[in-house]
């Protein structure tokens, strides 16, 4: 077994663990929105995760079969594709997939998934003012490394699932006006009263869907998230047993390297104070960096861009930070969420809803 396998094996198990829940769902068309989730998070662990770890040794040809196949996954996540149309395309990643495990030549790695040295906390003072509460969240950052090094996979996971509630809390506590937070399409609301809930009843679901419709994270980061969040659930032995999952060594790391994602996001989104001539007028960005930055918001990679507009992936890149310094944001991510939040860009699902 080669080194490369290592990712090539967890995507494999992924797929058939996948593949295994989807024959048990006793309906025709997969609607629900967690199924629907856990499925993305599936294709998406292949592109975010295990992808990258083979570029340098694997040809681009061999890894482009198997993105072939995921991707039609993450197209048939998009509406209430048919049960069987996932069971065919799930077998045809499966298969992929198990074709690639020819092309690795070299010894494997003991374990691939655990960070052999503890990354130090983000600074969380944009957050965290109070130096208790900052103290706690450095303290979590580091609980949840430890817990992957002792190969605690659902201790880690329970830990990631808290860490980013309280950052979820903290960045919904920065706003001086939380008027936005309650007129949002995916603010939970009183079953009885049919008014918004106050905050301390929010619980992860509502504070992840809020967050990525007010930009502060990626449309990717919240599909992922979404499925930490019901993996988180499995601390209820009654609810691994039924649904039949179990989490593999390199589940939590693709939780941690979410985690860090989604920790930088909402670090980000923090607004520095602006200017009253910025507040008059929006950024000027050409029709190109709009359309690089809403692929970047549908979770499509540079290679991907270049691809659909017949370009190099230099030349996306010069456009993607041109319009990052324009909207004077740090990464790719928080520029295509300030670029919906602005108007800039309006996702499919936004311009399908409103015509």
């Known amino acids: 077994m080669s080194a490369n396998a290592d990712p090539i094996e967890a995507c494999f198990r992924e ?37 990258p770890l083979l570029v340098q040794s694997i040809h681009e040809d061999a890894l482009e079969t198997v993105d072939v196949k995921l991707r039609a996954v993450l197209d048939a996540t998009a509406h209430s594709s048919a049960k069987t149309t996932y069971l065919a395309e799930l077998k045809n990643a ?21 960070p052999a040295v503890s990354e130090l906390p983000p600074d969380f003072t944009a957050l965290a003012s109070d130096p208790v509460m900052k103290a706690i969240l450095e303290s979590r950052w580091a609980e949840c490394q430890r817990c992957i090094r002792a190969n605690a996979h659902l201790a880690a996971t329970v830990m990631m699932g808290g860490l980013l509630e309280a950052l979820f809390v903290a960045r919904a506590n920065r706003m001086t006006n939380k008027a936005p937070l309650f007129r949002a399409k995916a603010t939970p609301m009183d079953s009885k009263t049919k008014k918004p809930l106050v905050l301390p009843e929010w619980t992860l679901r509502p504070y992840i869907d809020v967050a990525a419709e007010l930009g502060w994270i990626s449309r990717s980061g919240k599909d992922v998230a979404g499925v930490l969040r019901d993996y988180r659930n499995y601390i209820h032995p009654e609810k691994e047993r039924a649904h039949g999952v179990n989490l593999n060594d390199h589940d939590p790391s693709m939780f941690w390297e979410v985690t860090k994602s989604l920790a930088r996001q909402l670090l980000s989104s923090v607004s520095a104070p602006v200017q009253k001539s910025q507040t008059l007028e929006k950024p000027q960005l050409t029709d190109r960096e709009k359309q690089c930055l809403l692929c970047v918001w549908e979770g499509k990679s540079i290679r991907e861009t270049s691809q659909i507009f017949g370009a190099s992936e230099r030349t996306i890149h010069f456009h993607l930070e041109n319009a990052a310094r324009k909207l004077n944001v740090g990464n790719l991510q928080h520029a295509a969420a300030r670029s919906v939040s602005l108007g800039l860009i309006v996702p499919v699902q936004k311009r399908n809803a409103e015509s």
């Open 94 to 114: 499966k298969d992929a997939l198990s074709s690639l495990r020819n092309v690795s030549l070299v010894p494997a790695r003991s374990s691939p998934s655990a």
């Open 15 to 51: 797929v058939v663990q996948a593949r295994n829940r989807v024959s048990r769902m006793k309906v025709k068309q997969v609607t629900n929105t967690g199924d629907r989730d856990y499925l993305k998070s599936v294709a998406y662990s292949w592109f975010k995760s295990h992808r």
